[in-house]
């Protein structure tokens, strides 16, 4: 709690200082599926800037994507939180695990909506198009690390209490895997067993992937995520310290990958 606060509080100050904050819906499509994004970035920048995609969790985009993306621009990116469900689709439990299931059950289509995205991303005129990442939360940890999978072109991705099998015929293959990975998991997250951690390893370390896992003792699933509450018996809870050392690690990762 006291780690939202002080980001919310960091942020209006800011603001109210010196960075100006652009925000804008974007609507662009995918299939003939109708898609709306948001994109951020702040005009006291000049120039071309690295970039960074953010990939939603099961309920949609939302209001924690966003936030999440004006913390990102006022680190100076270029940052556009993707709509994978399509416009309007803001599903809550328990239609939210059919709708995440969809994309789950068809990596292929997962993809191509999270590459939309990722294109449009590039192609804005204030990204320097070899200088972009991807982070996810939940669902979307579980879809950049197959972009990663994938061999996308991209620097990196960042992956947030995210799903770590693939449960599709795509695995990382030798030199297949541009992409460094960080992935950043709760230790007590139910929802990932022991079998996918090591076969994840595994499969990274086959790839000869450039990869991180970092475990946060006492962090349950969606530990990022205040809206789980604090009840970790339920398997999804907030944990103010794993977001707080979670979010370091992320921005550790991207002043090496920008650099």
Not at 28 to 38: K, M, P, R, S
Not at 180 to 185: G, R, T
Request: aromatic share 10%.
């Amino acid at each position: 709690m006291k780690f939202i606060k002080s980001l919310i509080l960091g942020i209006s100050l800011i603001s109210g200082s010196h960075a100006a904050l652009v925000e804008k819906t974007v609507t662009y499509e995918q299939g003939g599926v109708t898609l709306e994004g948001f994109h951020v970035y702040d005009d006291a920048v000049t120039g071309k800037r690295p970039a960074v995609l953010v990939i939603h969790q099961w309920t949609g985009l939302s209001e924690n994507e966003k936030l999440r993306s004006r913390m990102l621009a006022e680190m100076g990116y270029n940052v556009f939180a993707a709509d994978i469900y399509g416009k309007g689709i803001r599903p809550q439990p328990p239609e939210a695990g059919a709708e995440a299931g969809k994309y789950k059950s068809d990596r292929a289509l997962f993809r191509s909506r999270m590459m939309a995205a990722l294109n449009l991303l590039k192609a804005d005129e204030r990204t320097q198009p070899a200088k972009v990442a991807a982070i996810g939360y939940c669902f979307g940890g579980t879809g950049v690390l197959e972009m990663a999978r994938a061999g996308t072109d991209i620097a990196g991705v960042v992956s947030f209490h995210g799903g770590l099998n693939s449960q599709t015929e795509m695995t990382a293959q030798f030199g297949n895997v541009p992409a460094k990975v960080l992935v950043l998991h709760g230790a007590d997250d139910p929802y990932v067993n022991t079998a996918e951690l090591a076969d994840f390893e595994n499969e990274m370390t086959s790839a000869k992937a450039d990869w991180q896992l970092v475990k946060y003792s006492g962090a349950v699933h969606s530990f990022t995520q205040k809206e789980a509450g604090n009840d970790h018996s339920k398997g999804a809870a907030y944990n103010e310290a794993a977001d707080r050392r979670s979010w370091a690690a992320m921005q550790t990762f991207f002043a090496e990958l920008f650099k």
